[in-house]
Every structure is written in structure tokens, then in C-alpha cells.
């Protein structure tokens, strides 16, 4: 089945520092792939997405490239805000079906 | 607010108790989903559902959980009998008609949270 593997947490960086949070992934088909973010105490908003493959999502500062080659999402970010601190997931939507699937969360914090 | 609206945000259940969660899909929505968090894990897709319809529920328990959502008034995710293994916040989501479907984008609540003693 489909499934989604993220780099293990947590992560922290101080504040402007380079970020990267590899995703991978396994699905049959064309997936969309997806990056939500929770801030503490509050539910999961979408960051970016990509719907095909070499498409670039973009938000916020952050970046992540579709690359079925590799079949991964790999998150990046110039420079990070202590803001930026949260917990972020890589997903999977199936093309025919109606979930989501989510990889574990990486957790970032941010220090100034 | 127009976005999912979840109830309540926090509740405490002795074992064996039942759990009620509501949610309100955004307007204009008519898919909900609702998903579990564990402590310190990911989310897990538990069900899909769409007015008066069970869609998939793949991800659901077998004994305990149930989910509903009647053509009025929000879908509720019922546990009965609840254990401490039950402690998790749980999310539900909305998504616009199926036209969308494929893009997979879903709009999430901020979460009950659900404990047990």
C-alpha cells in the first residue's frame, strides 16, 4: 500500500539557518503530494503541494520539488524564523481514493 | 470562524465511558474525514464520509468506534466503552465536492483531545 517516510526529529536550528526535511514515499499511481504544518495546539493547515511530477509547491519561504524519480518531497527553507517552529508532515493523496496518508512528523524548533 | 469547527476541544473520560466528538464541516463542504493522533505519532486515517454515507471506513477500530453524518447537524465519531489506549486528539477534516478529490487537499479542525483515566 501507500506510505510516506520522513526524516526523524526532532530538528533544531538556529534562527536563519538552512532547512531540509527529506520525505519519501511509496504509492502506486501519480499521487499529489502535500507539506502541512501544526503549531502547537492547533490542527494541521496545508503549507505547499504539488500535484505532478516536477512540479515545485511553494509557501511562506518554503519550497519542495516532486521527484518521481526518486520519489521524494524533501521540504527546504532558506532561512528559518524562530515562527517557523512546528511540526510538519509530508502526505499522500490518492489519486483514486479519498485520504490523506501521513508520514510521522518532523518536529522543528527554531532558536534565536 | 467559516473553517471546520470541532467539539469539544478537550475531554476526559473515565474507562468504559463513551466519547462523543462533533464536527462541522467548512461551508460548502460535504466530505468529512476523521483521522487519530497518538501521542508523539503521526495521524491515521480512520474514516471518510459523506452526508448519510459511509464512504471507507478502512481505518476504523472494529469494536467501539463509529462515525456517523446525518443529513442534518455535524458528523459525530462515537467511541463507546472507552480505554486508556484511546488517548489521542482527534482531527477531522473536510474537502469540497469530489470534482476535487484528486488533489487530496483537505481543511483540518484544531483537534479534540481525548483522555482517559
Known amino acids: 500500500g501507500n506510505s510516506v517516510t520522513q526524516m526523524e526529529g526532532p530538528v533544531t536550528l538556529s534562527e536563519e539557518a538552512f532547512l531540509t526535511i527529506n520525505c519519501t514515499y511509496t504509492?502506486?499511481?501519480?499521487?499529489?503530494l502535500f507539506w502541512y504544518v501544526q503549531y502547537p495546539g492547533e490542527g494541521l493547515q496545508l503549507l505547499l503541494k504539488?500535484?505532478?511530477?516536477?512540479d515545485k509547491g511553494s509557501n511562506k519561504g518554503f519550497e519542495a520539488t516532486y521527484r518521481k524519480e526518486t520519489t521524494s518531497f524533501h521540504l527546504e527553507k532558506g532561512s528559518v524564523q524562530v515562527s517557523d517552529s512546528a511540526v510538519y508532515f509530508c502526505?499522500?493523496?490518492?489519486?483514486?481514493?479519498?485520504?490523506?496518508?501521513f508520514g510521522e512528523g518532523t518536529q522543528l524548533t527554531v532558536n534565536p | 470562524n467559516a473553517g471546520v469547527m470541532q467539539n469539544p476541544r478537550h475531554l476526559v473520560r473515565r474507562r468504559g465511558q463513551e466519547a462523543r466528538l462533533r464536527c462541522s464541516p467548512m461551508?460548502?463542504?460535504?466530505?468529512v474525514y476523521w483521522y487519530r493522533q497518538l501521542p508523539e505519532e503521526g495521524l491515521k486515517f480512520m474514516v471518510y464520509?459523506?452526508?448519510?454515507?459511509?464512504?471507507?471506513e478502512s481505518g476504523m477500530p472494529k469494536e467501539r468506534f463509529s462515525a456517523e453524518f446525518p443529513k442534518e447537524g455535524p458528523s459525530i465519531l462515537r467511541i463507546q466503552q472507552v480505554v486508556r489506549g484511546d488517548s489521542a486528539a482527534y482531527f477531522c477534516?473536510?474537502?469540497?465536492?469530489?470534482?476535487?478529490?484528486?488533489?487530496?487537499?483537505?481543511?483540518f479542525g484544531e483537534g479534540s483531545r481525548l483522555t482517559v483515566l
Open positions: 477534516a473536510s474537502s469540497a465536492p469530489s470534482v476535487y478529490l484528486h488533489t487530496g487537499e483537505l481543511f
Open positions: 504509492a502506486t499511481g501519480y499521487p499529489s
Open positions: 504539488a500535484t505532478k511530477a516536477d
Open positions: 502526505a499522500l493523496g490518492e489519486t483514486s481514493g479519498s485520504r490523506l496518508t
Open positions: 461551508k460548502g463542504h460535504s466530505h
Open positions: 464520509l459523506q452526508k448519510e454515507n459511509i464512504i471507507d
